[in-house]
């Protein structure tokens, strides 16, 4: 045996006997970690280390911001939604006061039929014509108060300009101050809307 043979069977930790043994160091080989990468992973660790508490700032303002925009998002819709229902109320009440109006402006149409059947039945002789007069008068009256309509009360009531238009004056001491004692055109309300004031004569 040659001196070269005898110096490869005393050092059998430089050379593996076995494939497996060959395998096992190359893997311990693998695993160990170069003096480079051992600062960077180091870094690493800290760094995830330290993250939370970093991130906790970021975080809190993220969601104070988030609120602040949703608190803004909620006061825009609130003033919307204010805005909305106040446009929703004034167009109803203008629609209904644009029906009021057309109401009023027709049956203010129809008064001086009223008034022509009024006279009719105050002047007329004949009892039967009168009779006749009378009972389209009437029809005419329950038409009225069927759309709403009112007459409104002047003999023997004061005087009311909301009312009542004065077109003659006198004095008079048997009627008190103001007194309306004469009703020469009725007057009409539609509601509490005065669709034609009552023209009268009023004492003192």
Do not use: C, W
């Not at 006061?75 to 009021?100: F, H, T, V």
């Not at 020469?184 to 004031?197: A, P």
């Amino acid at each position: 045996m040659s001196k070269k043979d005898n110096n490869a069977q005393d050092m059998p930790g430089q050379q593996p006997d076995t494939q497996e043994e060959a395998r096992e160091q190359e893997q311990t080989q693998e695993t160990v970690e170069t003096p480079e990468e051992q600062p960077a992973q180091e870094a690493e660790a800290a760094e995830a280390k330290e993250s939370p508490e970093k991130l906790k700032p970021k975080a809190k303002a993220k969601i104070d911001e988030l609120e602040k925009q949703l608190a803004e998002a909620n006061d825009k819709y609130m003033r919307m939604l204010a805005e909305y229902d106040n446009y929703r109320r004034r167009s109803q009440k203008e629609r209904e006061n644009i029906y009021a109006d057309v109401r009023a402006d027709t049956v203010s149409k129809f008064l001086p039929v009223y008034d022509n059947l009024s006279r009719a039945v105050q002047n007329e002789t004949d009892g039967e014509t009168r009779k006749g007069v009378e009972a389209i008068l009437n029809q005419f009256k329950a038409l009225l108060s069927g759309l709403g309509v009112t007459e409104i009360e002047a003999v023997g009531k004061k005087f009311d300009p909301t009312l009542h238009e004065a077109l003659l004056h006198i004095e008079d001491e048997k009627y008190g101050e103001g007194e309306i004692v004469m009703e020469l055109e009725k007057g009409f309300m539609l509601g509490d809307r005065v669709i034609r004031f009552a023209k009268v004569q009023v004492a003192n």
